[in-house]
């Protein structure tokens, strides 16, 4: 089994909403799942699984940035069997029309991470969401009074940039916003036969740092919360 889960088989759902933040899968559990149990602490990385709606599901943290979700995602996959995942987390906005408390779905995921070009012997990859997934969020969303935005995001492996302007030429190329996980994500998907979506919500703005509010950010993680756990419960 998994070296980095202490899971028992079986006591992971195979739908699962992945953040990056521990302390954020814990709070999806406790506010959303009935009777959440907490199936694995190995180095504070919290795993909950209850039921939402009747349906088994389980939330856990992927740590920050492509290596460390690497880890969790391929055992989540090989040894749990999981069969959809979908990442709740933030990004920061690289265009003007794509706001705070905004939700953006990757259709696609860039990335200036080396992983795959190590992977795929320096050839390039476009990882990209499943279609189902992302077409049944999009509607949910819409349906709750949600902006919702879709298109490619950038899975960056940098979070301080050393040049700060760099974002510019991605966003002169449509990206829409700046993350650091879910290109890895939707590569384990593909390689495994497996559904992943990456779902965010706009934390902040490269473009208008200004927009930047603290309770916006949390309004826009719970109404993310509630789109992935209908997302998942909608579809058989």
Same mark, same amino acid.
């Given at each position: 089994m998994s070296i980095h889960i202490e899971a028992k088989a079986g006591e992971i759902a195979p739908d699962l909403l992945l953040p990056g933040d521990p302390l954020r899968a814990k709070f999806i559990a406790e506010t959303y799942f009935d009777n959440p149990?907490?199936?694995?602490?190995?180095?504070?990385?919290?795993? $909950?699984? =209850?039921? $939402?709606?009747?349906?088994?599901?389980?939330?856990?943290?992927?740590?920050m940035g492509q290596p460390s979700l690497s880890i969790y995602v391929n055992e989540l996959y090989r040894d749990y069997d999981v069969?959809?995942?979908?990442?709740? /987390?933030?990004?920061?906005?690289?265009?003007? /029309?794509?706001?705070?408390?905004?939700?953006v779905l990757a259709q696609s995921a860039c990335t200036n991470s080396a992983v795959n070009k190590h992977r795929f012997r320096g050839m390039d990859y476009a990882p990209h =969401? #499943?279609? #189902?997934? *992302?077409?049944?969020?999009?509607?949910l969303g819409k349906n709750m009074g949600q902006q919702v935005h879709v298109g490619s995001i950038l899975s960056s492996d940098t979070? $301080?940039?050393? #040049?700060? #302007?760099?974002?510019?030429?991605?966003?002169? $190329? /449509?990206?829409?916003?700046?993350?650091?996980?879910?290109?890895? *994500?939707y590569t384990l998907a593909a390689q495994y036969g497996r559904k992943a979506l990456g779902l965010l919500t706009v934390s902040d703005s490269l473009v208008d740092p200004s927009e930047d509010v603290l309770q916006d950010r949390e309004k826009g993680f719970r109404a993310?919360?509630?789109?992935a756990l209908d997302t998942l419960n909608s579809l058989d």
């Open positions: 149990k907490l199936v694995n602490q190995i180095r504070g990385m919290y795993c $909950y699984t =209850g039921t $939402y709606k009747g349906k088994p599901v389980s939330a856990m943290g992927s740590g069969q959809r995942i979908i990442r709740v /987390g933030s990004c920061g906005s690289i265009q003007p /029309g794509v706001k705070i408390k905004d939700l =969401g #499943d279609f #189902d997934l *992302l077409v049944t969020a999009r509607n979070f $301080y940039e050393a #040049d700060p #302007d760099l974002w510019k030429l991605w966003a002169k $190329y /449509g990206v829409l916003a700046i993350e650091m996980e879910t290109a890895e *994500l993310m919360a509630q789109v």
